[in-house]
Every structure is written in structure tokens, then in C-alpha cells.
């Protein structure tokens, strides 16, 4: 069984610039969503994709967009990229049961 | 603003002895809690789940639940050096969709 995977691993990028990250499910998990955690904080959810349409979204501006994709991958775009972005950006897995899988993050730092 | 309350520690545990961890939450309507365990630099990893008011055990861990009082737990037995991390609490938000944490709980656990 394929765990859950997120690419890249860090990033750094400048104020105003966009970044996209990526997310690979769990095997046989439909249901991706998207957390954010800042450093000493617990993660703050994002959004919620369930078979390729949003189901869920946190307190979070819509420059904070993302797809998911027939194949259950998922991406995260941010647009207009704020210094408060700099977080480490976890992507989490479900299945049927709703228990949620995290993957390893992706850690952005913007300059 | 649904929130989940813990203590952020740190809790220092001789090898060998109970690490006991809490939790209050505020949403009387949730139905699903969960805790993960946070090493430094890494992603949440699911420990435990529970769903239904008392206790339940897997090897050395037991959460307990009470509804009532809002309030959830877990109790790390014979705690190991391996063991010293970050507890993240997480409630399911109604809708389960949103996973709302805690800021966490640092436990060391010392030999």
C-alpha cells in the first residue's frame, strides 16, 4: 500500500510570486484535504476535495485554491504569496472510514 | 470558532512511567476525535481514534473519551525515550469535513 506522498519537499519563493504544490493519495483514499501549519502551531485546514469537487473550506482567502484530479491526486495553488504563507503545507488522505492520513509536507518559505 | 484545547507542556516523563495527555473541545455536537503524534520536523502521524464515550486501547496507548465533560485523552504506558514528540489532538468538525487541532502537547520522555 502506497502511502500518501507531497512534492516538493521545500520551496522558497519571493512575496508576490505563485506556488503550486502537489499531493499523491493513498491508495484507494478519495478524499484529500489541506492543512496549513505555522511553527508551535497545531495544523489549520485549508480545504476539503472529495471526488474532484471542493467539499469543505477553512477561513482561508481565496487566493488559496486547489484541483483534484480523476486519479485522486490533488494539487494546492497560492497566489500573490504573502510573508505569513511560510508554513509548513500538509496534504492528508481518507477513505471511507474518514480517518485522515498526512503526508510527509511541504515545507515554503517566502522571502 | 469551534476550538480544542491542550496543554503545550512540556511534560517530562522518566523512562518507564504513565505519560497522561488531555484535551477539552468545545463543539458539543462533535462526533470523532483522533491524536497524532508530531516528531520535530516531520508530519502528524495517526496514534489513535475514538468515537464513543469510555476507553480504547492499542498496545501501550489508551485514549478515553467523555462527551459529557468534553474532554478526551491518552495515556501512553511504560513511556520510551522513542515516545518524545508533539500530541496533536484533532475533533472532526460536524459536517467531517475539517479536522480541527490543538496546538499540540510536547512530551519528553527522559531515560
Known amino acids: 500500500e502506497t502511502g500518501v506522498t507531497q512534492s516538493p519537499t521545500h520551496l522558497i519563493k519571493t512575496r508576490g510570486q505563485q506556488v503550486t504544490l502537489r499531493c499523491s493519495s493513498q491508495?484507494?483514499?478519495?478524499?484529500v484535504s489541506w492543512y496549513q501549519q505555522a511553527l508551535g502551531q497545531g495544523p489549520q485546514f485549508i480545504f476539503q476535495y472529495y471526488r474532484e469537487e471542493e467539499n469543505g473550506r477553512g477561513n482561508f482567502p481565496p487566493r488559496f485554491s486547489g484541483l483534484q484530479f480523476p486519479n485522486y491526486s490533488s494539487e494546492l495553488n497560492v497566489n500573490a504569496l504573502e510573508l505569513d504563507d511560510s508554513a509548513l503545507y500538509l496534504c492528508?488522505?481518507?477513505?471511507?472510514?474518514?480517518?485522515?492520513?498526512f503526508g510527509p509536507g511541504t515545507r515554503l518559505t517566502v522571502l | 470558532q469551534k476550538e480544542v484545547e491542550q496543554n503545550s507542556g512540556p511534560l517530562s516523563v522518566p523512562e518507564g512511567a504513565i505519560a497522561s495527555l488531555n484535551c477539552t473541545y468545545s463543539?458539543?455536537?462533535?462526533?470523532?476525535f483522533f491524536w497524532y503524534r508530531q516528531y520535530s520536523g516531520k508530519s502528524p502521524e495517526l496514534i489513535m481514534s475514538i468515537y464513543s464515550n469510555g476507553d480504547k486501547e492499542d498496545g501501550r496507548f489508551t485514549a478515553q473519551l467523555n462527551k459529557a465533560s468534553q474532554y478526551v485523552s491518552l495515556l501512553i504506558r511504560d513511556s520510551q525515550p522513542s515516545d518524545s514528540a508533539t500530541y496533536l489532538c484533532a475533533v472532526f468538525n460536524q459536517a467531517g469535513t475539517a479536522l480541527i487541532f490543538g496546538k499540540g502537547t510536547t512530551l519528553s520522555v527522559s531515560s
Open positions: 463543539d458539543r455536537g462533535s462526533q470523532s
Open positions: 492528508a488522505s481518507a477513505g471511507v472510514d474518514n480517518e485522515q492520513f
Open positions: 491508495s484507494g483514499h478519495n478524499t
